[in-house]
Every structure is written in structure tokens, then in C-alpha cells.
């Protein structure tokens, strides 16, 4: 089996790759599988599917169905699980994706070390509106309404000179500051304070193709809905 991952080679080329899923030998075995909850006679060993380093088990019991096996091939990536399969998703591509509808039950992966198995940790979502996405080991509840806004905040400062790794530590450039008012500080250091939503689009929020009048036009929107209490 094979996934496609949409990316960008180191000259910022679009490219398209087609990852391979790990294939394991399947056994008799009568279990419920500790990823989807469904019952099975035939599974994957879990020792089978893992390193010698692994050290999760806590987390899982001997057996997974093969399905759900798959998802031991895709520590290195960003996926959706829903109805309809997997789904690899680059960092440009998050934003769409959480700011859509989705179909439940669905888990939301964003891996930052691409480093670790994830997939069990995350939590399985049945309402579409609010949900939890795991950024890496962190489950994070939000809506598609909080994600567009928070990502409109964010992109749109990056857009003007702002960078995200200032952000991560409640600070804008005075010089963007002048554009934008220091209500965006305000705004900043009260989402930084009172949840964690924000530390999605300041993981994989993007530069946007857009002038410097929209992103101010943009911000100024957010910033005046958020002084008039209308917090989404």
C-alpha cells in the first residue's frame, strides 16, 4: 500500500511522494484492537510492528488489527484517520484542513519531532465542531471557528514581519507593532495565557500571498471582534 505526500524538494519545488506502508504478517488471535475498539481474529503482533526502542506499550496490548497497523509505517508525517482511509498532509495543507468539516470518527495527527509513534495517543473525534487535535503528545480541543481565527492572527503577522518563534514567547516586533497597534501584543500574551489553540497555527502557520494592506485589514477585523468580547 502505498500514500501520497504532497511536498516541496530543497528548491521549493512542488513534488509528489508516494510513501510506502509497512506490510506485517497477520496471526490468529481472538482480541479487541486498543486503536479502533473493534474485535478481530486475526491481527498484527505488536513486537512485529515496533523497534527494539519502543517503549509505548503501555499504551497498547499485544495485538492490533492490520488496518490500524498501517499507522506504525507514518511516525514522520501529518495525517487525518477518518472514514474514508488516511490522509498525509503537509504543514500548507493543516490549515485547510482544520478550518474544513470533517467526517467522524476522525483523529488528527501533527507530528513536531517526527520522531515518535503518535497515532495512540491521539484522541478518535465524533463531533465535527469541536474537536481534539494532537500536536505531537498533546491533545488540543478546539473548533474550526478558533482555528480560523487563530491562524488568520497568526499568518497574517508573519506575513508582515513577524516570526513565529517570537510569538511562541509573547513577543511581536516593535516595527510591526506600529502597522497593526499594540492590541496584537494584547491579544498574543491572552491566548498564550488562557489556551493552548494557538500552539497549532504557530507550529505550522504559513507565510500568506497576500499585500500588506489585506494582512492589516485582516487583523484589524480579529482585533476589533476580540476588544468587543466576541471571542469565537
Same mark, same amino acid.
Given at each position: 500500500?502505498?500514500?501520497? $505526500?504532497?511536498?516541496?524538494?530543497?528548491?521549493?519545488?512542488? &513534488?509528489?511522494?508516494?510513501?510506502?506502508?509497512?506490510?506485517?504478517?497477520?496471526?490468529?488471535?481472538?482480541?479487541?484492537? !486498543?486503536? @479502533?475498539?473493534? *474485535?478481530?481474529?486475526?491481527?498484527?503482533?505488536?513486537?512485529?510492528?515496533? /523497534? *527494539?526502542?519502543?517503549?509505548?506499550?503501555?499504551?497498547?496490548?499485544?495485538?492490533?488489527?492490520?488496518? @490500524? /497497523?498501517?499507522?506504525? *509505517?507514518?511516525?514522520?508525517?501529518?495525517?487525518? #484517520?477518518?472514514?474514508?482511509? %488516511?490522509?498525509?498532509?503537509? #504543514?500548507?495543507?493543516?490549515?485547510?484542513?482544520?478550518?474544513?468539516? +470533517?467526517?467522524?470518527?476522525?483523529?488528527?495527527? &501533527?507530528?513536531?519531532?517526527?520522531?515518535?509513534?503518535?497515532? $495512540?495517543?491521539? %484522541?478518535?473525534?465524533?463531533?465535527?465542531?469541536?474537536?481534539? #487535535?494532537?500536536?505531537?503528545?498533546? !491533545?488540543? @480541543?478546539?473548533?474550526?471557528?478558533?482555528?480560523?481565527?487563530?491562524?488568520?492572527?497568526?499568518?497574517?503577522?508573519?506575513? %508582515?514581519?513577524?516570526?513565529?518563534?517570537?510569538?511562541?514567547?509573547?513577543? %511581536? !516586533?516593535?516595527? #510591526?507593532? +506600529?502597522?497593526?497597534?499594540?492590541?496584537?501584543?494584547? $491579544?498574543?500574551?491572552?491566548?498564550?495565557?488562557?489556551?493552548?489553540?494557538?500552539? &497549532?497555527?504557530?507550529?505550522?502557520?504559513?507565510?500568506?500571498?497576500?499585500?500588506?494592506?489585506? @494582512?492589516?485589514?485582516?487583523?484589524?477585523?480579529?482585533?476589533?471582534?476580540?476588544?468587543?468580547?466576541?471571542?469565537?
Amino acid at each position: 500500500m502505498e500514500l501520497i $505526500y504532497e511536498t516541496r524538494d530543497g528548491k521549493g519545488n512542488d &513534488i509528489v511522494k508516494e510513501v510506502k506502508v509497512k506490510e506485517f504478517p497477520l496471526v490468529d488471535a481472538v482480541f479487541e484492537c !486498543p486503536i @479502533c475498539h473493534k *474485535s478481530y481474529t486475526r491481527g498484527v503482533e505488536v513486537k512485529k510492528a515496533v /523497534s *527494539s526502542n519502543f517503549t509505548d506499550y503501555a499504551y497498547l496490548d499485544k495485538y492490533v488489527c492490520d488496518q @490500524c /497497523s498501517q499507522l506504525f *509505517s507514518l511516525y514522520f508525517y501529518n495525517y487525518i #484517520v477518518d472514514p474514508d482511509g %488516511i490522509r498525509l498532509l503537509n #504543514v500548507r495543507q493543516l490549515r485547510d484542513e482544520l478550518c474544513r468539516p +470533517q467526517k467522524p470518527p476522525f483523529r488528527f495527527v &501533527i507530528t513536531t519531532s517526527q520522531k515518535k509513534h503518535l497515532f $495512540y495517543r491521539a %484522541i478518535v473525534n465524533s463531533n465535527p465542531d469541536r474537536f481534539y #487535535v494532537n500536536l505531537e503528545t498533546e !491533545p488540543i @480541543c478546539t473548533t474550526r471557528e478558533r482555528m480560523t481565527e487563530l491562524f488568520g492572527f497568526v499568518e497574517n503577522l508573519v506575513t %508582515i514581519g513577524a516570526s513565529k518563534k517570537g510569538m511562541e514567547s509573547g513577543e %511581536i !516586533p516593535f516595527a #510591526v507593532l +506600529q502597522k497593526v497597534g499594540f492590541r496584537a501584543l494584547e $491579544y498574543l500574551n491572552y491566548e498564550l495565557k488562557t489556551s493552548r489553540e494557538i500552539q &497549532i497555527p504557530l507550529y505550522c502557520g504559513q507565510k500568506l500571498e497576500k499585500s500588506e494592506e489585506d @494582512c492589516l485589514w485582516n487583523l484589524d477585523l480579529i482585533l476589533k471582534r476580540w476588544s468587543e468580547g466576541k471571542r469565537l
